[in-house]
Protein backbone atom coordinates (compact mmCIF):
# COMPACT_ATOMS: atom_id res chain seq x y z
CA UNK A 1 0.00 0.00 0.00
CA UNK A 2 3.03 2.41 0.76
CA UNK A 3 4.38 1.75 -2.85
CA UNK A 4 1.30 2.27 -4.36
CA UNK A 5 0.56 5.70 -2.40
CA UNK A 6 4.73 6.60 -3.32
CA UNK A 7 3.41 6.06 -7.63
CA UNK A 8 4.55 8.60 -9.69
CA UNK A 9 2.22 9.34 -13.20
CA UNK A 10 4.55 10.21 -16.05
CA UNK A 11 1.94 11.41 -18.21
CA UNK A 12 -0.70 13.95 -18.80
CA UNK A 13 -2.87 15.16 -15.84
CA UNK A 14 -5.83 12.74 -16.16
CA UNK A 15 -7.70 13.08 -12.44
CA UNK A 16 -6.94 10.52 -9.82
CA UNK A 17 -9.99 8.62 -10.43
CA UNK A 18 -9.27 8.08 -13.72
CA UNK A 19 -9.01 4.03 -14.43
CA UNK A 20 -5.63 4.37 -17.13
CA UNK A 21 -3.79 5.44 -13.48
CA UNK A 22 -6.03 2.81 -11.86
CA UNK A 23 -4.30 0.10 -14.40
CA UNK A 24 -0.73 1.20 -14.45
CA UNK A 25 -0.46 1.35 -10.68
CA UNK A 26 -2.33 -2.53 -10.24
CA UNK A 27 0.21 -3.02 -13.64
CA UNK A 28 3.32 -2.04 -11.61
CA UNK A 29 1.92 -3.67 -8.28
CA UNK A 30 1.69 -6.88 -9.36
CA UNK A 31 5.01 -7.06 -11.67
CA UNK A 32 6.57 -5.72 -8.30
CA UNK A 33 5.00 -8.39 -5.75
CA UNK A 34 2.94 -10.34 -8.48
CA UNK A 35 5.19 -13.99 -7.12
CA UNK A 36 4.91 -13.24 -3.71
CA UNK A 37 1.10 -12.85 -3.92
CA UNK A 38 1.10 -15.89 -5.85
CA UNK A 39 3.70 -18.15 -3.72
CA UNK A 40 1.72 -16.55 -0.58
CA UNK A 41 -1.71 -17.58 -2.05
CA UNK A 42 -0.07 -21.30 -3.07
CA UNK A 43 1.27 -21.75 0.26
CA UNK A 44 -2.05 -20.79 2.50
CA UNK A 45 -3.65 -23.32 -0.40
CA UNK A 46 -1.47 -26.33 0.40
CA UNK A 47 -1.58 -25.49 4.59
CA UNK A 48 -5.28 -25.64 4.10
CA UNK A 49 -5.63 -28.80 2.03
CA UNK A 50 -3.03 -30.75 4.61
CA UNK A 51 -5.05 -29.40 7.31
CA UNK A 52 -8.10 -30.58 5.78
CA UNK A 53 -6.16 -34.35 4.81
CA UNK A 54 -4.94 -33.84 8.61
CA UNK A 55 -8.70 -33.71 10.14
CA UNK A 56 -10.14 -36.14 8.50
CA UNK A 57 -7.58 -38.84 9.26
CA UNK A 58 -8.35 -37.76 13.07
CA UNK A 59 -11.62 -38.10 13.16
CA UNK A 60 -12.35 -41.02 10.67
CA UNK A 61 -9.31 -43.17 11.20
CA UNK A 62 -9.05 -42.15 15.15
CA UNK A 63 -5.39 -43.15 16.55
CA UNK A 64 -5.49 -46.60 15.41
CA UNK A 65 -6.05 -45.61 11.18
CA UNK A 66 -4.83 -42.02 12.09
CA UNK A 67 -1.35 -42.94 9.26
CA UNK A 68 -3.57 -44.79 7.12
CA UNK A 69 -6.38 -42.32 6.33
CA UNK A 70 -3.40 -39.76 6.28
CA UNK A 71 -0.88 -41.59 3.77
CA UNK A 72 -4.02 -42.59 1.39
CA UNK A 73 -5.56 -38.60 1.85
CA UNK A 74 -1.59 -37.20 0.82
CA UNK A 75 -1.61 -40.14 -1.82
CA UNK A 76 -4.81 -39.35 -3.52
CA UNK A 77 -4.42 -35.85 -2.99
CA UNK A 78 -0.70 -35.78 -4.84
CA UNK A 79 -2.20 -37.98 -7.43
CA UNK A 80 -5.45 -35.69 -8.82
CA UNK A 81 -3.57 -32.22 -8.03
CA UNK A 82 -0.53 -33.45 -10.12
CA UNK A 83 -2.47 -34.48 -12.81
CA UNK A 84 -5.38 -31.36 -12.66
CA UNK A 85 -1.93 -29.53 -13.04
CA UNK A 86 -0.16 -31.26 -16.12
CA UNK A 87 -3.44 -31.28 -18.12
CA UNK A 88 -4.45 -26.98 -17.16
CA UNK A 89 -0.90 -26.92 -18.63
CA UNK A 90 -1.15 -28.40 -21.58
CA UNK A 91 -4.71 -26.97 -21.95
CA UNK A 92 -3.29 -23.32 -21.52
CA UNK A 93 -1.32 -24.03 -25.35
CA UNK A 94 -4.07 -25.86 -26.95
CA UNK A 95 -7.13 -23.52 -28.42
CA UNK A 96 -8.73 -26.24 -29.69
CA UNK A 97 -10.30 -27.24 -26.16
CA UNK A 98 -9.66 -31.26 -26.82
CA UNK A 99 -7.16 -31.17 -24.02
CA UNK A 100 -9.26 -29.67 -21.68
CA UNK A 101 -12.22 -32.59 -22.83
CA UNK A 102 -9.62 -35.11 -22.78
CA UNK A 103 -8.28 -33.92 -19.21
CA UNK A 104 -11.71 -33.44 -17.65
CA UNK A 105 -12.47 -37.10 -18.58
CA UNK A 106 -9.37 -37.93 -17.13
CA UNK A 107 -9.60 -36.53 -14.08
CA UNK A 108 -13.29 -38.42 -13.87
CA UNK A 109 -12.01 -41.48 -14.02
CA UNK A 110 -9.19 -41.44 -12.19
CA UNK A 111 -11.22 -39.67 -9.11
CA UNK A 112 -13.25 -42.37 -9.19
CA UNK A 113 -10.73 -45.51 -8.86
CA UNK A 114 -8.65 -43.40 -6.36
CA UNK A 115 -11.48 -43.26 -4.28
CA UNK A 116 -12.59 -46.91 -4.40
CA UNK A 117 -8.65 -47.85 -3.70
CA UNK A 118 -8.85 -45.60 -1.08
CA UNK A 119 -11.75 -46.53 0.46
CA UNK A 120 -10.88 -50.59 0.13
CA UNK A 121 -7.11 -49.81 1.99
CA UNK A 122 -9.05 -47.34 4.64
CA UNK A 123 -11.45 -50.09 5.69
CA UNK A 124 -8.88 -53.22 4.95
CA UNK A 125 -10.29 -54.39 2.65
CA UNK A 126 -8.40 -55.04 -0.36
CA UNK A 127 -9.74 -58.59 -1.07
CA UNK A 128 -13.29 -57.46 -2.25
CA UNK A 129 -11.31 -56.88 -5.34
CA UNK A 130 -10.13 -60.77 -6.02
CA UNK A 131 -14.21 -61.88 -4.48
CA UNK A 132 -16.84 -59.64 -4.67
CA UNK A 133 -14.83 -57.24 -8.00
CA UNK A 134 -18.54 -56.50 -10.27
CA UNK A 135 -20.85 -55.99 -6.65
CA UNK A 136 -17.52 -53.81 -5.37
CA UNK A 137 -17.48 -51.32 -8.20
CA UNK A 138 -21.42 -51.18 -8.57
CA UNK A 139 -22.13 -49.82 -5.26
CA UNK A 140 -19.14 -47.80 -5.10
CA UNK A 141 -19.86 -46.37 -8.43
CA UNK A 142 -23.70 -45.67 -7.63
CA UNK A 143 -22.38 -43.74 -4.21
CA UNK A 144 -19.86 -41.78 -5.97
CA UNK A 145 -21.90 -40.97 -8.68
CA UNK A 146 -24.29 -39.43 -6.40
CA UNK A 147 -21.88 -37.48 -5.04
CA UNK A 148 -20.34 -36.09 -7.97
CA UNK A 149 -23.83 -34.94 -9.08
CA UNK A 150 -24.63 -33.45 -5.62
CA UNK A 151 -21.07 -31.71 -6.08
CA UNK A 152 -21.69 -30.38 -9.48
CA UNK A 153 -25.41 -29.04 -8.57
CA UNK A 154 -24.94 -27.42 -5.22
CA UNK A 155 -21.22 -26.14 -5.85
CA UNK A 156 -22.55 -25.03 -9.38
CA UNK A 157 -25.44 -22.97 -7.92
CA UNK A 158 -23.06 -21.41 -5.72
CA UNK A 159 -20.82 -20.24 -8.63
CA UNK A 160 -23.62 -19.17 -10.73
CA UNK A 161 -24.92 -16.87 -7.57
CA UNK A 162 -21.45 -15.30 -7.12
CA UNK A 163 -21.20 -14.43 -10.97
CA UNK A 164 -24.78 -13.36 -11.59
CA UNK A 165 -25.92 -11.32 -8.11
CA UNK A 166 -26.26 -7.98 -7.90
CA UNK A 167 -25.83 -8.25 -4.48
CA UNK A 168 -22.65 -9.43 -3.45
CA UNK A 169 -22.68 -10.20 0.15
CA UNK A 170 -26.21 -12.18 -0.22
CA UNK A 171 -24.65 -13.80 -2.76
CA UNK A 172 -21.99 -14.88 -0.69
CA UNK A 173 -24.13 -15.72 2.01
CA UNK A 174 -25.81 -18.15 0.15
CA UNK A 175 -22.61 -19.61 -1.60
CA UNK A 176 -21.42 -20.15 1.94
CA UNK A 177 -24.62 -21.92 3.09
CA UNK A 178 -24.40 -23.96 0.02
CA UNK A 179 -20.85 -25.10 0.37
CA UNK A 180 -21.84 -26.19 4.37
CA UNK A 181 -24.97 -28.25 3.09
CA UNK A 182 -22.60 -30.06 0.24
CA UNK A 183 -20.06 -30.64 3.12
CA UNK A 184 -22.28 -31.98 5.56
CA UNK A 185 -23.88 -34.19 2.35
CA UNK A 186 -20.36 -35.14 0.89
CA UNK A 187 -19.39 -36.74 4.57
CA UNK A 188 -22.58 -38.79 5.06
CA UNK A 189 -22.26 -40.56 1.79
CA UNK A 190 -18.39 -41.05 2.89
CA UNK A 191 -19.93 -42.38 5.88
CA UNK A 192 -22.43 -44.53 3.82
CA UNK A 193 -19.61 -45.75 1.24
CA UNK A 194 -17.36 -47.01 4.46
CA UNK A 195 -20.56 -48.29 6.07
CA UNK A 196 -21.48 -50.36 2.70
CA UNK A 197 -17.61 -51.65 2.07
CA UNK A 198 -17.79 -52.97 6.05
CA UNK A 199 -21.07 -54.96 5.05
CA UNK A 200 -19.76 -56.72 1.91
CA UNK A 201 -16.65 -57.78 4.21
CA UNK A 202 -18.16 -59.60 6.60
CA UNK A 203 -20.23 -60.99 4.02
CA UNK A 204 -17.23 -62.16 3.04
CA UNK A 205 -15.62 -63.48 6.07
CA UNK A 206 -18.43 -64.79 7.07
CA UNK A 207 -19.01 -66.94 4.19
Known sequence: MAQLGSLQWDGPDLGPSNPMIVLAALRQFWNTYGSLVLAAFGLLFLVLVF????????????????????????ARTALLFGTASIFITLAV??????????????????????GLMETLVRRDAVELLATELLTLVAVVGCLRLLEGVLGF????????????????????????LVVLLWMI????????RYSAIDIMRRNVVGS
Do not use: C
Open 51 to 74: LWIALESFFRGGSKGFWTYLGTGV
Open 93 to 114: HDESGGTLLIGSAVMLTLWSIL
Open 153 to 176: LLLGSAAVALLGASNIALAGLFAA
Open 185 to 192: AHSYLVAV
